[in-house]
């Protein structure tokens, strides 16, 4: 597969009075990169960013059949959320990545590190906290000399 790769990171509860502006960012953060040559996308599947990014790159994918979405989820039992948005943005995905045999509390920082480590650019979602996965994806993509958008929230 030709193309570059771009993954998601963000947290998983938006403000509400935040949303619409997290989504239209979102698209235009999307479709950039597709402007840019990217072709695979990858969401790790987490509620909120994760979620609307996958649903974002989907419609994209319907319009531009050269797309294709990567979900990386951290443990087996993760691909059972009953959600219905989860199982509609999973079904939409060509790829599903299951990145560990079984949960403990390392399997995020696990799946933060393939997403960022296996992309050209990261899209950020990000409200300036200290601790947590988005900030550490952040500090991982500059340490990978990764390409890095942020969304301030």
């Known amino acids: 597969m030709k193309g570059k790769t771009c993954c998601i990171t963000g947290h998983r509860d938006i403000p509400p009075d935040k949303l619409s502006y997290v989504e239209e960012e979102l698209r235009k953060a999307v ?3 597709i402007e840019d040559g990217f072709t695979l996308f990858i969401s790790g599947f987490a509620e909120g960013v994760d979620l609307l990014f ?4 989907i419609e994209e994918k319907e319009k531009n059949p050269s797309l294709h979405l990567e979900a990386a989820i951290p443990y ?15 079904a939409g995905c060509d790829f599903i990545n299951v990145l560990c ?3 403990s509390p390392s ?10 480590a ?27 000399e990764k390409e ?3 969304i301030m929230i």
């Open 31 to 33: 479709k950039e990169a």
């Open 54 to 57: 996958a649903s974002i790159v």
């Open 76 to 90: 087996p039992t993760r691909v059972k959320n009953k959600s219905p948005l989860f199982q509609k943005m999973l």
């Open 101 to 103: 045999d079984k949960y």
């Open 107 to 116: 399997v995020f920082f696990i799946r933060n590190r393939y997403m960022v």
């Open 118 to 144: 296996g992309s050209d650019r990261v899209i950020a979602v990000y409200d300036g906290r200290e601790k947590g996965g988005t900030v550490f994806c952040i500090r991982y993509a500059h340490t990978q």
């Open 148 to 150: 890095l958008k942020v």
